[in-house]
C-alpha cells in the first residue's frame, strides 16, 4: 500500500532526520530502492519526473508497478509515490493515476500564478488523502529538461505558498541538480534559517542530493530539512557499476549478457548507495 508523505515528514521533522526521495526510472531501479527501505527499516519516497514517467510508459504504469512491487516484495515500511518537479497537468494526471504524493513545481511562474495553482492542487490533492510539494525558488541546473537558474528563495514567498497548506516545500538555497562544480559556493544557510523560521515547521525539501559535503546535508537536516531528493547519485553508481563489469568482459562469459545479469551489478550498487544515503540522513529504523 502507497502512504502519503505527511506522516513520514513529520515525525522526520519532529525527529530531527530526513526521508530520502530516490527517482525510479525503471524495474530495475524500484526494486532496488525497495530492497534497501526495507532492509534499513526506513520509510521511502519513490520519485518520478515527467521524463521518466513517460519513458516507463505512463504514470498509470507506474503506479501500478510499484504497487503490486510492494505487494509481491512483501514490503513493510512506508512507501510513498511521489511525482518529481511536476508541471500543473502532470500533477493531476498522477492524482488520477495513484500516486500518492505529487509535486507541483511553480518556480518559473510569478508568486501570484505559483499560489492559484498551488492552491488549486491542494485542493484536488487533498480529496484523495495525497501530499502536495511545492517550490519557490528554482533549483539550479537541470534534470529531465526542467532547468533551474539556482535561485535562492525568498523567504516572505515561501511563506505564502506555505501557508496554503503544502505538505513540504522546496525552496532553493543554492543546490543544484546534477554534479556540483568545483566553484560551488555551498549551501545558503543564512536563507535556509530564515525560510524555517517564516515557513512555521513545514518539512523542507532539499533536491540535488548528490555531491553535497556530509555535513552541510546534516546541518540542513536540523535547520528544518525533512526531505532529500538523490537521484545522479544512483545514476553514477549504476553506470560505474555495469562499466566495470561489462570492461571485465563478465558479459562475454557464458550467459554473462543475459539483461538479469548484465544489469544486477548496477542495481546492487545502487542498493548500496540508497542504504548509504538512509545511514547519513538518519532515517534506518524510523519506519
Not at 12 to 22: L, S
Not at 159 to 172: E, P, S
Amino acid at each position: 500500500m502507497l502512504v502519503s508523505a505527511k506522516e513520514m515528514l513529520t515525525k522526520a521533522r519532529d525527529g530531527h532526520y530526513a526521508v530520502g526521495q530516490f527517482n525510479i526510472n525503471n524495474l530495475e531501479w524500484t526494486k532496488s530502492a525497495l530492497q534497501a527501505a526495507q532492509e534499513c527499516n526506513s520509510p521511502i519516497i519513490l520519485g518520478v519526473s515527467e521524463g521518466a514517467g513517460k519513458y516507463m510508459t505512463g504514470f498509470k504504469t507506474v503506479a501500478a508497478m510499484v504497487k503490486a512491487m510492494v505487494e509481491s516484495m512483501g514490503i513493510t515500511v512506508p512507501v510513498c509515490l511521489h511525482l518529481d518537479h511536476g508541471s500543473y497537468e502532470g500533477a493531476k494526471a498522477c492524482i488520477e493515476a495513484g500516486f500518492s504524493s505529487i509535486m507541483f513545481d511553480g518556480s518559473h511562474y510569478s508568486i501570484d500564478e505559483n499560489i492559484a495553482k498551488t492552491k488549486e492542487l491542494i485542493e484536488l490533492a487533498n480529496a484523495r488523502g495525497i501530499s502536495l510539494e511545492a517550490e519557490v525558488g528554482s533549483i539550479g541546473g537541470e534534470e529531465d529538461g526542467v532547468v533551474g537558474a539556482g535561485e535562492v528563495a525568498d523567504p516572505a514567498e515561501c511563506k505564502m505558498i506555505a501557508d496554503l497548506g503544502v505538505t513540504m516545500l522546496a525552496a532553493g538555497i543554492g543546490n543544484i541538480h546534477g554534479k556540483y562544480p568545483a566553484n560551488w559556493p555551498g549551501l545558503r544557510f543564512d536563507a535556509l534559517e530564515k525560510i524555517h523560521e517564516i515557513t512555521a515547521g513545514v518539512p523542507l525539501v532539499l533536491h540535488g542530493g548528490t555531491g553535497i559535503p556530509d555535513e552541510m546535508i546534516k546541518k540542513a537536516i536540523s535547520m528544518g530539512v525533512s526531505k532529500i531528493n538523490v537521484n545522479t547519485e544512483c545514476q553514477l553508481a549504476f553506470a560505474a557499476a555495469t562499466r566495470k563489469y561489462v570492461e571485465a568482459g563478465k558479459d562475454l562469459e557464458g550467459k554473462g549478457f543475459d539483461p538479469r545479469k548484465l544489469l544486477a551489478p548496477g542495481a546492487a550498487a545502487i542498493v548500496d548507495t540508497v542504504k548509504e544515503k538512509m545511514e547519513m540522513f538518519g532515517s534506518v529504523g524510523k519506519a
